[in-house]
Protein backbone atom coordinates (compact mmCIF):
# COMPACT_ATOMS: atom_id res chain seq x y z
CA UNK A 1 0.00 0.00 0.00
CA UNK A 2 1.31 3.53 -0.81
CA UNK A 3 1.63 5.59 2.31
CA UNK A 4 1.15 9.12 3.19
CA UNK A 5 5.36 9.25 3.80
CA UNK A 6 5.88 8.08 0.92
CA UNK A 7 4.16 10.69 -0.97
CA UNK A 8 5.19 13.26 0.92
CA UNK A 9 9.21 11.84 0.38
CA UNK A 10 8.22 11.83 -3.49
CA UNK A 11 7.10 15.75 -3.41
CA UNK A 12 10.28 16.81 -1.74
CA UNK A 13 12.38 14.96 -4.43
CA UNK A 14 9.93 16.47 -7.19
CA UNK A 15 10.19 20.10 -5.68
CA UNK A 16 14.40 19.70 -5.30
CA UNK A 17 14.06 19.00 -9.19
CA UNK A 18 11.27 21.67 -10.17
CA UNK A 19 13.43 24.36 -8.28
CA UNK A 20 16.78 23.48 -10.29
CA UNK A 21 15.12 23.94 -13.28
CA UNK A 22 12.19 26.96 -12.21
CA UNK A 23 13.92 28.97 -9.39
CA UNK A 24 11.72 30.59 -7.14
CA UNK A 25 12.82 33.83 -7.96
CA UNK A 26 11.75 32.88 -11.91
CA UNK A 27 8.47 32.42 -10.49
CA UNK A 28 8.15 35.36 -8.25
CA UNK A 29 9.13 37.63 -11.87
CA UNK A 30 5.80 35.98 -12.96
CA UNK A 31 3.56 36.62 -9.70
CA UNK A 32 4.87 40.30 -10.14
CA UNK A 33 3.96 40.55 -14.26
CA UNK A 34 0.38 39.26 -13.63
CA UNK A 35 -1.20 37.83 -10.85
CA UNK A 36 -4.64 36.22 -12.27
CA UNK A 37 -7.80 38.11 -9.94
CA UNK A 38 -8.94 35.85 -7.22
CA UNK A 39 -11.88 34.76 -7.17
CA UNK A 40 -13.27 34.33 -3.32
CA UNK A 41 -13.08 30.57 -2.31
CA UNK A 42 -13.96 31.12 1.47
CA UNK A 43 -16.92 33.53 1.01
CA UNK A 44 -18.26 30.80 -2.10
CA UNK A 45 -18.00 28.16 0.31
CA UNK A 46 -19.84 30.08 3.10
CA UNK A 47 -22.17 32.25 2.06
CA UNK A 48 -26.06 31.56 1.25
CA UNK A 49 -28.19 28.40 2.35
CA UNK A 50 -28.47 25.28 0.77
CA UNK A 51 -25.73 22.48 -0.36
CA UNK A 52 -21.99 23.95 -1.00
CA UNK A 53 -20.79 21.57 -3.14
CA UNK A 54 -16.81 21.23 -4.46
CA UNK A 55 -16.33 18.73 -6.33
CA UNK A 56 -13.03 17.64 -7.56
CA UNK A 57 -11.37 16.86 -10.81
CA UNK A 58 -8.71 13.98 -10.52
CA UNK A 59 -7.72 10.86 -12.30
CA UNK A 60 -6.56 8.49 -10.15
CA UNK A 61 -5.64 8.06 -6.75
CA UNK A 62 -3.85 5.67 -3.88
CA UNK A 63 -7.11 4.54 -2.83
CA UNK A 64 -8.72 3.97 -6.03
CA UNK A 65 -6.81 3.64 -8.57
CA UNK A 66 -7.53 4.93 -12.03
CA UNK A 67 -11.03 6.46 -11.60
CA UNK A 68 -11.52 8.37 -15.24
CA UNK A 69 -9.14 7.44 -17.44
CA UNK A 70 -10.47 10.02 -20.45
CA UNK A 71 -10.34 13.17 -17.91
CA UNK A 72 -11.44 16.02 -20.27
CA UNK A 73 -10.98 19.10 -17.63
CA UNK A 74 -12.64 21.71 -19.50
CA UNK A 75 -15.55 19.27 -20.38
CA UNK A 76 -15.66 18.69 -16.20
CA UNK A 77 -15.52 22.21 -15.02
CA UNK A 78 -18.33 23.44 -17.10
CA UNK A 79 -20.39 20.56 -16.40
CA UNK A 80 -19.42 20.94 -12.62
CA UNK A 81 -20.85 24.82 -12.90
CA UNK A 82 -23.62 24.08 -14.80
CA UNK A 83 -24.79 21.47 -12.10
CA UNK A 84 -24.58 23.83 -9.29
CA UNK A 85 -21.21 23.39 -8.16
CA UNK A 86 -19.50 26.92 -5.66
CA UNK A 87 -16.22 25.75 -6.42
CA UNK A 88 -14.12 23.13 -7.78
CA UNK A 89 -11.14 21.54 -6.47
CA UNK A 90 -7.97 20.32 -8.71
CA UNK A 91 -5.72 17.65 -7.41
CA UNK A 92 -2.17 18.79 -8.47
CA UNK A 93 -0.03 15.47 -7.29
CA UNK A 94 1.58 13.79 -10.67
CA UNK A 95 2.99 10.83 -9.54
CA UNK A 96 -0.13 9.24 -7.25
CA UNK A 97 -3.03 11.02 -8.73
CA UNK A 98 -2.30 11.89 -12.35
CA UNK A 99 -2.40 15.46 -11.79
CA UNK A 100 -0.90 18.35 -13.77
CA UNK A 101 -0.72 21.93 -12.48
CA UNK A 102 -2.15 22.66 -16.03
CA UNK A 103 -5.23 21.87 -15.25
CA UNK A 104 -5.69 25.13 -12.99
CA UNK A 105 -5.45 26.98 -15.57
CA UNK A 106 -7.58 25.01 -18.04
CA UNK A 107 -10.46 25.02 -14.88
CA UNK A 108 -10.40 29.00 -15.06
CA UNK A 109 -10.08 29.28 -18.48
CA UNK A 110 -13.86 27.40 -18.77
CA UNK A 111 -15.29 28.27 -15.21
CA UNK A 112 -15.79 31.46 -13.36
CA UNK A 113 -15.72 29.02 -9.94
CA UNK A 114 -13.05 29.61 -7.68
CA UNK A 115 -10.18 26.90 -7.26
CA UNK A 116 -8.93 24.92 -4.77
CA UNK A 117 -5.18 23.48 -5.13
CA UNK A 118 -5.09 19.46 -3.75
CA UNK A 119 -1.60 18.81 -3.36
CA UNK A 120 0.73 17.62 -0.54
CA UNK A 121 1.90 21.25 0.13
CA UNK A 122 5.26 20.96 2.18
CA UNK A 123 7.27 24.27 0.71
CA UNK A 124 6.68 28.01 0.14
CA UNK A 125 7.34 27.17 -3.35
CA UNK A 126 4.24 25.46 -3.62
CA UNK A 127 2.63 28.25 -2.38
CA UNK A 128 4.06 30.73 -4.74
CA UNK A 129 3.50 28.33 -7.64
CA UNK A 130 -0.43 28.24 -6.76
CA UNK A 131 -0.57 31.80 -6.70
CA UNK A 132 1.25 31.72 -10.36
CA UNK A 133 -1.20 29.85 -11.85
CA UNK A 134 -4.50 30.90 -10.28
CA UNK A 135 -5.42 29.27 -7.46
CA UNK A 136 -8.43 30.91 -5.10
CA UNK A 137 -7.22 28.47 -2.45
CA UNK A 138 -4.98 26.03 -1.41
CA UNK A 139 -5.28 22.56 0.65
CA UNK A 140 -2.93 22.69 4.14
CA UNK A 141 -2.75 18.90 5.18
CA UNK A 142 -2.47 18.67 8.86
CA UNK A 143 -0.92 15.55 9.22
CA UNK A 144 2.33 16.47 7.18
CA UNK A 145 3.04 19.62 8.27
CA UNK A 146 4.17 20.98 12.17
CA UNK A 147 2.67 23.48 13.64
CA UNK A 148 5.49 26.47 12.97
CA UNK A 149 5.20 25.18 9.04
CA UNK A 150 1.00 25.30 9.58
CA UNK A 151 1.20 28.63 11.05
CA UNK A 152 3.58 30.31 8.25
CA UNK A 153 2.21 28.62 5.28
CA UNK A 154 -0.94 30.17 6.66
CA UNK A 155 0.20 33.28 6.49
CA UNK A 156 1.87 33.30 3.09
CA UNK A 157 -1.16 32.32 1.87
CA UNK A 158 -2.74 35.33 3.17
CA UNK A 159 0.25 37.33 1.70
CA UNK A 160 -0.41 35.56 -1.96
CA UNK A 161 -4.17 36.31 -1.15
CA UNK A 162 -4.77 32.65 -1.33
CA UNK A 163 -7.31 30.94 0.92
CA UNK A 164 -6.10 28.25 3.00
CA UNK A 165 -8.14 24.99 3.93
CA UNK A 166 -6.76 22.87 6.60
CA UNK A 167 -7.48 19.86 6.45
CA UNK A 168 -7.54 17.28 9.44
CA UNK A 169 -8.96 14.28 10.56
CA UNK A 170 -8.29 13.84 14.32
CA UNK A 171 -9.33 15.64 17.17
CA UNK A 172 -5.56 16.49 17.78
CA UNK A 173 -5.32 17.75 14.16
CA UNK A 174 -8.52 19.40 14.67
CA UNK A 175 -7.24 21.40 18.27
CA UNK A 176 -3.59 22.05 16.35
CA UNK A 177 -5.47 24.05 12.82
CA UNK A 178 -7.49 25.99 15.70
CA UNK A 179 -4.45 26.96 17.44
CA UNK A 180 -2.62 28.53 14.57
CA UNK A 181 -5.50 30.01 13.56
CA UNK A 182 -7.36 28.45 10.59
CA UNK A 183 -11.03 29.45 10.09
CA UNK A 184 -11.15 27.24 7.38
CA UNK A 185 -11.18 23.73 8.31
CA UNK A 186 -11.60 20.58 5.76
CA UNK A 187 -12.29 17.43 7.90
CA UNK A 188 -11.10 14.22 5.61
CA UNK A 189 -13.62 11.06 6.27
CA UNK A 190 -10.85 9.45 4.95
CA UNK A 191 -7.30 8.25 7.44
CA UNK A 192 -4.72 9.11 5.04
CA UNK A 193 -2.43 6.16 6.91
CA UNK A 194 -5.37 3.20 6.53
CA UNK A 195 -7.24 5.01 3.47
CA UNK A 196 -10.33 3.67 5.50
CA UNK A 197 -12.97 6.14 5.50
CA UNK A 198 -15.75 7.31 8.20
CA UNK A 199 -17.95 9.63 7.61
CA UNK A 200 -18.40 9.32 11.53
CA UNK A 201 -15.29 11.58 11.38
CA UNK A 202 -17.21 14.91 10.31
CA UNK A 203 -19.67 14.01 13.31
CA UNK A 204 -17.52 13.49 15.54
CA UNK A 205 -14.79 16.75 14.76
CA UNK A 206 -17.79 19.29 13.99
CA UNK A 207 -18.72 18.94 17.67
CA UNK A 208 -15.50 20.47 18.47
CA UNK A 209 -15.81 23.57 16.04
CA UNK A 210 -16.37 27.02 17.41
CA UNK A 211 -18.59 29.31 15.85
CA UNK A 212 -17.34 31.42 13.42
CA UNK A 213 -15.46 28.43 11.15
CA UNK A 214 -16.24 27.46 7.92
CA UNK A 215 -16.22 23.29 7.87
CA UNK A 216 -15.99 21.33 4.74
CA UNK A 217 -16.75 17.60 5.02
CA UNK A 218 -13.99 15.52 2.60
CA UNK A 219 -14.39 11.83 1.12
CA UNK A 220 -17.28 9.28 1.22
CA UNK A 221 -20.16 10.72 -0.30
CA UNK A 222 -21.98 8.70 -2.93
CA UNK A 223 -26.01 9.91 -2.12
CA UNK A 224 -27.57 12.46 -0.70
CA UNK A 225 -28.62 10.15 2.06
CA UNK A 226 -25.22 10.66 3.54
CA UNK A 227 -24.63 14.19 2.85
CA UNK A 228 -28.38 15.05 4.17
CA UNK A 229 -26.97 13.42 7.70
CA UNK A 230 -24.18 16.08 8.04
CA UNK A 231 -26.94 18.57 6.93
CA UNK A 232 -28.31 17.97 10.13
CA UNK A 233 -24.99 18.76 12.10
CA UNK A 234 -24.86 21.54 10.84
CA UNK A 235 -22.19 21.48 7.83
CA UNK A 236 -22.89 22.98 4.55
CA UNK A 237 -19.79 22.13 1.79
CA UNK A 238 -18.82 19.52 0.71
CA UNK A 239 -15.93 17.84 -1.16
CA UNK A 240 -16.50 15.06 -3.68
CA UNK A 241 -14.17 13.62 -6.45
CA UNK A 242 -14.33 9.60 -6.68
CA UNK A 243 -18.34 9.47 -7.04
CA UNK A 244 -19.14 12.16 -9.29
CA UNK A 245 -16.28 11.31 -11.70
CA UNK A 246 -16.98 7.57 -11.94
CA UNK A 247 -20.44 8.50 -12.55
CA UNK A 248 -21.74 7.89 -16.43
CA UNK A 249 -23.86 11.12 -16.11
CA UNK A 250 -21.83 13.79 -14.06
CA UNK A 251 -24.76 16.42 -13.98
CA UNK A 252 -26.93 13.67 -12.61
CA UNK A 253 -24.90 13.11 -10.02
CA UNK A 254 -24.02 16.11 -9.06
CA UNK A 255 -27.97 17.27 -8.66
CA UNK A 256 -28.51 13.91 -7.07
CA UNK A 257 -26.09 15.10 -3.97
CA UNK A 258 -27.55 18.17 -4.02
CA UNK A 259 -31.09 16.60 -3.36
CA UNK A 260 -32.32 17.88 -6.34
CA UNK A 261 -32.62 14.54 -8.59
CA UNK A 262 -34.01 11.25 -6.15
Do not use: W
Amino acid sequence: MITLDEIVQNKKKELKDLKAVLPQEKLLISLNNKRPETRGFSKAISTGNGIHLIPEIKKASPSEGMIREDLNVMKIAECYENAGAVAISVLTESKYFLGRTSHISMVRQQSSLPVLRKDFIVDHYQILESAVIGCDAALLIAAILSDDQMSDFMKVCGEYRIDPLVEVHTEQELNRALECGANLIGINNRDLKTMAVDIGTTERLIKRMPRGITAVAESGFDSYLEIERLLERGVKAFLVGTSILKSKDMDKKIRELRGEVI
